[in-house]
């Protein structure tokens, strides 16, 4: 083979070997290429699954809110309505009596029923959360459940109130109602204590003095409703995009919300 001939041979070798190390890499970046795609790709689906989930869980809660109003006037003003009516009417039959008194215990028992309807009404809704804001609708649940319940439970509003959109302070409400109740009825503590400070951020702590609690084994625990409780607690924590901090101690518990405060624009 004469010097011609290798020359060729070795320059179609040369841009053979280019050719395939053009190719490999040309495969080596659209593999990047493909899996980069895929990887976006995926992110965007679990966006979307996420985005998704919030919109169904902030629909959910619409829900159970608009459930709670209808449900609060339906017992405010029909059913309260009536019951008062009725008291009227046993009032002025009991004058006819040749012993008035002795429909006393009728009207006290009817007494209680409206004042356990009107509890109801507002715990359902609370009026003072609409009319006054939520500091003193927190300030409102916690001297009614001691008053009624006997149990120390001490409100401390550590700033002045700031305007938030009531979504949110309704939403911060629930939490605070399930936080107190889970206090009272699964870890049995006899002393509450529920601060609120408000500035650029919002912390919300309910402290107590009960038997404490494992976080998983309540997460898991569907029965008497613990689960549910704190399954609703987390969510509405979630929606309000906080941090909620469950801190256990040797006695008791204290748990933390934790969110930037979004000021409700004035008219």
Known sequence: MDGSSEYQVALLIAIGSIGMLVLATAIVVFMVFYQKKMVQ?????????LDYQAKMMQATLESQEMERRKLASDLHDSIGGMLSAIRMGISTLGKSLSNP????????????????????????????????????????????IRDTSGIQLNFNEESSPAMMPKT????????????????????????????????????????DDGVGFDIDAQRNDRSHGKGLGLYSIEKRANQLGAILKFDRRERGSKITLIFPVRHEAKA
Request: charged share 25%; proline share 1%.
């Open 101 to 144: 008194s002795s429909v006393d215990q009728t009207k006290k028992m009817l007494d209680d029923t409206i004042s356990s309807v009107r509890q109801i009404s507002r715990d359902l809704m609370p009026s003072t959360l609409e009319k006054f804001g939520l500091t003193q609708a927190v300030k409102e649940l916690c001297e009614r």
């Open 41 to 49: 790709e995926q992110v965007k689906r679990q966006q979307l699954e």
């Open 168 to 207: 949110e302070e309704l939403m911060i409400f629930r939490i605070v109602q399930e936080l107190i109740n889970n206090a009272i009825k699964h870890a049995q503590a006899s002393q509450i204590n529920v601060s609120v400070h408000l500035s650029d951020m919002f912390y919300l702590s309910v402290e």
